[in-house]
């Protein structure tokens, strides 16, 4: 079909999102030749004279703050009943999409992106804007990590006008201030509350309010007891949590002076987040914290308008829960001496006959109940009189489900009916793959550090259309469960200009040769080298395979003689002689245009991995490993066991 061309100009390709108000599309401007951002007021608002007026102060605010935070506002215009805005197009995804897909985020990703919303919302400030709307669905992450504001549709000037109450509440409940959601004057504060929400969303995978009607949440953030991030995390660290209470205090005043001091408070977290400093050093500095209290279902998180009416008989009606409600009684008469008497007499009746009871105890030897079951434990400890609490830790030693370890410890005395902490192992602990396609690869790190694994080989390739340095396949499946620990393998984006050095080895030179011309290489000098593999086959190149090259670039290969009895190869000679060492080969099978190959020994001295790369089908693979006792080395192509061979 025909693409809509709005001002003869800007190309609408295809739909990429929407909000409550408009929905949000991919361009490309025809005049400048670049991708666009373009967002489209929906059919139902174009005779609401309010919704055209916000949707072209959207454009109003948004078009004088230009800074690497904020998307950027390139035109406005409107065409046959179509009103648009034409802005920066981001290749990425909102932070509520990292969430959805990942659930929290490491604490110095989350840092990081706030970072970037706290130094958005000071330019804002200073043009006299407030957003209004901070929410994690209008953070939108770039290829190259940046967090970048966008949705200026309810940004109000700084003035006059803001002096003013609303006459009804806009916003986004899940993430408005007590303020605007009591209909009061709105401040940058009003912002700088809504970046704590998110930040607390980007930390814990939650956010700190849910209810069944968006009045119900709005009534949350007014009345309810902020949750504490190590409620919900327990080992955040303590300067995390100061800063989100700080951000959230119901009362303006006890929040953040302004967007500037709440950047510098993350600054200085991010640093201590990298260099692993303690909490006390954190206390000693005076974080700016707060006297509200640190930290104690489902509506849409669209920006909505709620009467301002039906707010204020929401917090008229409010009651809070019966557990919560203070009881007073009426003052009885009574000699409150004498009950003072009586109740003290009862306590140390009490605290003598538990005197008694203990010292009658008999003392007992605390069994070894180390690699027990739990059942089993109950059992030895039920014979010793003696009971039991339960914790449970990762153990890379102790099989899941049996004791690792004790408190207090085997042989020790104690009196009967005492609770012996047993520690039960969880095995090995297990990470979760996470999603690494598309991300770059500085954040592609810091979320496998986050889930407990780590990088493996990273080779390249280029595709195009993709951001340079960008994921494009990871050797674990998204989601996947694995050993903490484990290595993932990644292949990242390189730019137009570069190429890789494929895997030659083992091709006939012809093979070679019309493989390097595919990758845009050139053949240069040839030199021969007497080999057991056949005549003319390719045995190494320079620059090496897999090296990252410019186009063009002339690569040098080395080819077998094909006469054995002149191999000059002392070292691996001298191996094979002793029998320490042997060469295997491996031909990798016909199917993908690129396998990815692993070769696995397995001998008296473990499992290793020997090798593993990217190869075409019909390479010969061959590798030198060590013989130590029986020795068998497995094959796989794209994590299939192709050969299990006994050498």
């Known amino acids: 079909m025909e693409r809509i061309t709005l001002n003869n100009r800007y190309e609408i390709v295809d739909k990429v999102g929407g909000g409550g108000m408009a929905e949000v599309f991919h361009g490309y401007d025809t005049f400048l030749n670049r991708d666009v951002g373009i967002k489209i007021l929906r059919d139902q608002y174009i005779q609401d004279a309010d919704f055209i007026a916000r949707f072209r102060q959207e454009a109003c605010s948004a078009a004088k703050l230009m800074h690497p935070n904020i998307v950027n506002v390139y035109d406005v215009g409107v065409e046959n009943d179509i009103y648009y805005i034409v802005m920066e197009y981001v290749v990425g995804k909102t932070i509520k999409e990292y969430i959805n897909e990942e659930g929290a985020l490491e604490p110095k990703v989350a840092v ?34 940046t967090a970048k504001v966008t949705d200026f549709g309810i940004a109000r000037a700084i003035g006059p006008l803001c002096q003013q109450t609303q006459e009804n509440v806009i916003g986004s409940v899940h993430y408005l201030s007590p303020e605007q959601a009591c209909g009061q004057p709105i401040t940058p504060k ?93 206390d000693n500095r005076d974080f700016i914290s707060s006297d509200t ?18 707010m204020i008989d929401g917090i008229a009606n409010y009651k809070p829960p019966k557990e919560q409600q203070e009881i ?48 089993e434990a109950e059992e030895i400890l039920d014979k010793s009189h003696l009971t039991y609490i339960l914790s449970e830790e990762y153990s890379e030693d102790v099989p899941a489900g049996q004791v690792s370890s004790q408190d207090p410890p085997a042989n020790s005395k104690v009196k009967e009916g005492r609770k012996i902490l047993l520690v039960i192992s969880k095995g090995v602990e297990q990470g979760v793959a996470p999603n690494l396609v598309g991300k770059n690869l500085t954040v592609a790190k810091q979320l496998l550090k986050s889930a407990k694994l780590k990088l493996g080989t990273v080779t390249v390739r280029y595709a195009a259309g993709k951001p340079m340095d960008s994921v494009l396949e990871q050797s674990v499946r ?89 191999k000059d190869e002392k070292a691996d000679k001298n191996a094979l002689d002793s029998g ?68």
């Open 112 to 145: 990081h992106y706030a970072l970037g919303v706290a130094a958005a919302l000071i330019q804002a400030h200073i043009h006299d804007v407030v957003h209004c709307d901070i929410k994690s669905q209008n953070i939108l992450i770039d290829s190259t990590g």
């Open 190 to 282: 009003s912002d700088l509350y809504s970046l704590g929400v998110v930040l607390f969303e980007m930390l814990t995978g939650k956010l700190p309010f849910e209810g069944t009607t968006p009045v119900a949440v709005a009534l949350k953030h007014v009345q309810s007891v902020t949750p504490s991030l190590r409620s919900i995390v327990p080992d955040m660290p303590l300067f995390l949590e100061k800063i989100v209470a700080k951000a959230l205090a119901k009362n303006p005043d006890k929040r953040y002076a302004s967007a500037q001091e709440f950047l510098e408070d993350l600054q200085h977290a991010e640093e201590l987040l990298y260099s692993n400093e303690s909490n006390k050093k954190v």
């Open 293 to 310: 209290p640190v930290p104690t279902e489902g509506v849409n998180d669209q920006t909505m308008i709620i009467s301002k009416a039906e």
């Open 328 to 375: 007073v009684e009426p003052p009885k008469k009574s000699n409150k001496k004498f009950l003072i008497l009586v109740v003290c007499g009862i306590l140390a009746l009490l605290g003598i006959v538990y005197g008694v009871l203990e010292y009658s105890k008999m003392v007992v030897t605390v069994p070894d109940l180390k690699g027990k079951t739990i059942v």
């Open 478 to 566: 998204a989601k996947t469960k694995v050993d903490a620990n484990t290595k993932i393998n990644l292949i990242v984006n390189i730019s137009d200009g570069q190429t890789v050095v494929p895997s030659v080895s083992g091709m006939t030179l012809d093979a070679a040769k019309a493989l390097l011309s595919e990758a845009g290489l050139q053949l240069g000098t040839v030199t021969e080298k007497p080999d057991a593999s056949a005549k003319n086959n390719v045995l190494t190149t320079d620059p090496d395979i897999g090296s990252v090259v410019g186009k063009s670039t002339v690569v040098n290969v080395t080819v077998s003689t094909g006469d054995p009895s002149k």
């Open 580 to 647: 320490s060492a042997k060469i295997v080969e491996f031909v990798v099978p016909s199917g993908q245009d690129r396998n990815e190959v692993k070769l696995v020994l397995i001998n008296e001295k473990g499992t290793s991995t020997v090798y593993t790369g990217l190869a075409r089908p019909g390479v010969r693979l061959r590798q030198q490993v060590e013989i130590a006792g029986p020795t068998r080395v497995q094959f796989y192509a794209n994590g299939t066991l192709v050969e299990d061979r006994k050498i």
